[in-house]
């Protein structure tokens, strides 16, 4: 009985540092968005009086921005913020194609200066908005990926919930966003369970030597019940992080002439929210 009792009490202890690292990474996410978005509106009046100085007749433009910032400004909660912020993007996008229309704007430095900031500011909100992109594999219902997890193919991680609950396996196929992993050997375990979408054609040299780079320590090197290295001032140290992290300096990727457009995407699954509902019986 108390050898099962510590099992669940370790059990707890791994939800409950799990939900706190999830919140903490949500917090430092919107904080991060926060910033970008504020640093966005402060620069709407300056770029506003430039334009208003050569292009007069676009009164209904330069009105819907005003009225675009002052609605983020005035917004009252995190929904409408993020209504009103995507709504500013659209009126950005617009006074920034002045510029086509009143080739005199793109002689101004000024201007320039002012759109080369904020087209920078809505690459990096876009960057930090996460999404997650449909698996397409055989085990979530697209047959037309039949590429094997052979050595040098390059394929999408994922999330795998159905470890914490059953009911969740369509969230983990789903859950896919920008990481992804090559094969330095074979492994048909992983066919049909992740989409595998490319091959290294040049280069599995590099590849091998990446694999062999020397790390803090492999997690898969421990054994049932060690505990993990720990620094100088007594921190576990993270498992499998580069002790000297390779710098990709070029990387080449190749079409053969086709577009495969923009993916479709989906929004994050909140799994910390699902958590707290399931175990603690309320939200975030």
């Known amino acids: 009985m108390k050898k099962n009792s510590q099992k669940m009490t370790i059990f707890f202890l791994y939800i409950f540092n799990k939900l706190i690292k999830l919140r903490n990474q949500v917090k430092e996410s919107w904080s991060t968005i926060d910033i970008l978005l ?14 208003k100085g050569y292009s007069k007749y676009e009164k209904k433009t330069i009105t819907e921005i005003i009225k675009a910032r002052s609605n983020v400004l005035n917004a009252t909660s995190k929904e409408e913020s993020i209504k009103n912020n995507e709504a500013l993007s659209k009126s950005i996008d617009k006074i920034l194609l002045l510029k086509e229309e009143y080739p005199e704007l793109k002689a101004d430095k000024n201007y320039m200066s002012l759109q080369n900031k904020l087209s920078d500011l809505e690459d990096n909100v876009s960057e930090d908005k996460e999404y997650c992109i449909p698996g397409e594999f055989i085990a979530n219902g697209y047959t037309k990926n039949t590429l094997k997890h052979e050595k040098g193919v390059i394929s999408m991680a994922r999330s795998d919930y159905s470890q914490t609950d059953a009911s969740l396996v369509d969230e983990g196929y789903n859950s896919a966003g920008s990481q992804f992993f090559i094969m330095t050997e074979n492994n048909t375990s992983l066919d049909g369970l992740y989409a595998a979408f490319g091959r290294v054609i040049e280069g599995m040299d590099i590849v091998e030597k990446i694999e062999n780079v020397k790390v803090t320590y492999r997690s898969s090197d421990l054994k049932e019940g060690q505990e993990a290295p720990k620094d100088k001032d007594g921190n576990k140290l993270d498992a499998d992080r580069p002790i000297n992290p ?3 300096k070029s990387l080449r990727v190749e079409t053969y002439g086709i577009d495969y457009g923009v993916p479709e995407t989906n929004d994050v699954f909140d799994y910390y929210t699902w958590l707290m509902n399931t175990y603690y019986g309320q939200g975030a």
């Open 38 to 51: 504020k640093k966005r509106t402060d620069l709407i009046p300056n770029i506003v009086e430039v334009v």
């Open 246 to 248: 390779p710098v990709i």
